[in-house]
């Protein structure tokens, strides 16, 4: 049972599945962490039933062995991709809530029954309990190896930077929702920062992404080319070109980082979620990423740490979102590092809000992990991304390359889950680009695809764009109104 109450560390430590999406490769102190965190557990549980034996309220034990299955449970629940604003809905529902309601009679009419019936199929996976055990003695005595991704990276040499070259900061807040930010958003919704921005920028109002979802859009953006699929294969990301139907390695395809190295340019990316220094680190002269915690729950070098981060792990949501605050705040740390940095002419800044988990309180500016998953929380996270789109701004604003600095900001993907909002989902993006000198804002109407934010960088770098009228007037002549590649079944309203 101890071996099931960890199946979300050791299902990520020992099978190598997910490793694509770790940041810190497999040490001895995590092994040795998780095998002293199940032989405890099963400790505590082995004293539990021993005391509970002694006492004539024996149902007590099968109401504790019906409450450790909530680790497995919530697990299948994960890897079924049910978030819990999912399984609100279905518990709301009358249906959902009429099977919730037969279980539960079940088990409280035939409690022990129940328990024992349970506990036999628990028994009987008891082998990989042990296969476990002698995994992570195997891995610690190096006589296998795991199924480690390390970055062998080494970053390039630093250019010299000629005075008044321009300089870029590509922002990218996760799933960002043009409609719901800009165009529809609800009154109670206060996004200074977007709105500042928007009055200073050309702001297209059909910008639509490469693709639906991150895997898809980000490769596409930094490598300038429609991918219409793509697999994680041991430590790289097989992308299907959308044009030829060839299969690439991510790691081997040129990207705007290559081409503005092969420029005299130094660069920088800030990110989460994918693994930017093993896949770009040799085109980059600064990266740092931080991972999905649902993808990398439990992750640290040290023995003790690791067992505070992997007993932190039973706590579900509410330590998968303590995580995603970690990223929020040191994403926009090393953000605003990389800006101060006046050696790099071009940094990516991909950002997790106001991707979900919603950790923030605006009202209070502050981070909570007891947020209630509903619809309209994804407006507490839009709000961090537009305090943290505050903070970059002033970070630019006031270093001494400010008056050489452009900006663009943008998203990977819209909101995935709106429909659960007002029952629409659109496609599009913010798209704004900002030069280094005020200028009057542009709004563009032609229909776009941020697929060309690479290319469009480079005119930038290269002097050929020298305003925010003279992107207007590039995008005329290059911009490709090309849809996102979209799930089977779904199509633009």
């Known amino acids: 049972m101890a071996n099931w109450v960890f199946i979300r560390v050791w299902s990520n430590l020992l099978s190598g599945k997910g490793r694509f999406f770790s940041k810190l490769p497999v040490v001895r102190a995590e092994l040795l962490a998780l095998a002293a965190c199940i032989i405890g557990m099963a400790s505590l549980i082995w004293l539990g039933i021993g005391l509970w034996r002694r006492t004539s309220h024996r149902w007590m034990l099968s109401i504790a062995f019906l409450a450790l299955l909530i680790f497995p449970v919530d697990y299948i629940r994960w890897e079924l991709s049910l ?148 697999q994680v294969v041991g430590c790289d990301l097989k992308l299907q070109t959308d044009d030829t139907g060839a299969t690439v390695d991510w790691s081997a395809s040129p990207s705007v980082f290559s081409r503005a190295r092969g420029m ?94 919603s950790v923030y309180l605006p009202a209070r500016n502050e981070f909570s992990v007891t947020i209630p998953p509903t619809a309209a929380s994804y407006f507490n996270n839009l709000a961090l991304a537009d305090h943290e789109l505050g903070e970059l701004r002033r970070s630019i604003e006031t270093s001494k390359d400010g008056d050489n600095t452009w900006l663009i900001f943008s998203a990977d993907h819209s909101w995935r889950k709106s429909k659960q909002y007002d029952g629409r989902r659109d496609y599009r993006v913010p798209f704004l680009i900002k030069a280094p000198h005020n ?37 005329d002549g290059h911009g490709k109104p090309d849809l996102p590649i979209l799930k089977t079944g779904e199509s633009v309203e």
């Open 83 to 230: 978030s819990g604003r999912e399984v609100l809905v279905f518990a709301k529902n009358p249906a959902g809530m009429f099977c919730l309601l037969m279980i539960a009679g079940l088990a409280v009419w035939k409690l022990t029954h129940v328990a024992r019936g349970l506990a036999v199929v628990a028994g009987i996976t008891f082998p990989l309990a042990l296969l476990n055990i002698a995994k992570i003695v195997f891995l610690s005595l190096n006589v296998i190896r795991p199924n480690d991704c390390e970055c062998s990276s080494v970053a390039p040499p630093v250019f010299p930077v000629r005075q008044g070259q321009p300089r870029l900061v590509w922002t990218i807040f996760d799933e960002t929702d043009y409609r719901l930010a800009f165009e529809q958003r609800p009154p109670n919704i206060k996004l200074a920062e977007f709105d500042r921005l928007q009055k200073e920028s050309l702001s297209s109002v059909k910008a639509y992404p490469p693709g639906y979802e991150t895997s898809l859009s980000m490769p596409a953006l930094i490598a300038g080319r429609r991918f219409s699929s793509g």
């Open 439 to 475: 200028g009057a804002p542009i709004t563009y109407s032609r229909q776009i695809n941020t697929l060309i934010t690479g290319d469009l960088i480079l005119a930038i770098l290269s002097g050929e764009i020298t305003n925010q009228s003279g992107v207007a007037t590039w995008l």
């Open 264 to 357: 005299g340019f130094n660069t920088g990316l800030v990110g989460w979620y994918l693994p930017y220094d093993r896949i770009l680190g040799k085109d980059l002269n600064y990266c740092s990423w931080y991972s999905n915690p649902t993808l990398d729950p439990a992750s640290s070098a040290n023995f003790f740490e690791s067992i505070g981060q992997q007993l932190g792990s039973l706590g579900g949501i509410f330590h998968a979102r303590q995580l995603f605050i970690d990223a929020c705040k040191g994403s926009l740390k090393d953000g605003l590092s990389a800006i101060a940095n006046t050696n790099l002419s071009l940094v990516l800044l991909h950002l997790p809000p106001p991707h979900d988990p």
